[in-house]
């Protein structure tokens, strides 16, 4: 589960966002957090600070107007429907049931095994859901509704027939404080294993503050509302994303099966921690960047989800950094413009300045999120 580390110094960084956050338009101010961060490399390989700050001054007067193709809604538009993302066509999940259920692991239909020697309980699913349009309480759920892909950030040895027992040993460590911790669901290890470790009824402590919505509702903190699912493997902090081997995303692809066709979960809820993570006091996204690109979408039989339109920002908005736009992959970066497009919309369509409507949405992810901790510590009625 990686953070993003905090890039050169502060007074760089500071400026850098501030002279973001002028900028109203989210295409604009992309293409300026890009420049700005390759201006910081400069500066880190010893090239003078003014150069950096040069070239970042040169990529913001650079940048072209804002025009109706970047998203800028004409009059016509502020008299239609609330704006609202729109999905790609989603791809059917396979029926899968259980064949055989033995002591220490469980048979699925379509190849799946998992390995339930780890198995633990911990808190009983529970969560609530609000309406995507006006953040009411909908209603309490006990099911899941998504999935959460990790990696797991844990000690890595040569994936080599020479360092087997070491991948064993390495794997069951992993696995005995994944279940100290109850951190995730489900652990897909360097072999292609699959464990499970906090039981499906349960809420495992994998996502901590974050941010996901479909479409017609939202959902705050998703450690009770979706599956998490980690693969054994560490990822930098960079576009490259992490290092995991056929075996390992054959048996996600398997796993990611059965729990669509038990749930009826859909392909656009099944995303990147990367993508859900956030920091609840700055209000801004990517806490955690772990498959902040290369999450293999298509071979786990899903739509490519970064391009969805981030809803930390799209409904509730969050602001991200340059830090953040640094360690993701471009794919994700179309989700960030698109988020702000749509907010920056929505804001038109109640006719409110974009800055008083950031005001009042990011009042009620507050409330939500003091709902959502009572709930965890046990005081829901």
Known sequence: MSSVAEPGPRVSRRLVEWRASRIEDPVRKLRYLRRAMDGERERRRGRPLWRAALLAGIALAALPLPTVSDGVPTPRELHLAPPKPQFQTEPKAPEVWLVEKARGHELYSNGLRIETRYEVDNVARL?????RDTLEFVAWRTEPVGIVYHTTESQQAPF??????RLRRVGKWLLEYVRRKQAYHYVIDRFGRVHRVVRESDSANHAGFSVWADEQYVYVNLNPSFIGVAFEAGTEVSAEGPEVNPAQVRAAAMLTELLRSRYGIAARNCVAHAQVSVFSRAMRVGNHVDWAAKLPFGELGLTDNYGIPNPAIAVFGFRYGPEYVKATGTDLWKGLVLGENLF???????????RDYRRLRQKRYREILEMVKQLSEGEHG
């Open 127 to 131: 969560y609530p859901a609000f309406d």
């Open 160 to 165: 080599a027939p020479d360092y087997a027992p």
């Open 344 to 354: 920056r919309q929505a804001a038109a369509f109640r006719g409110l300045p974009v």
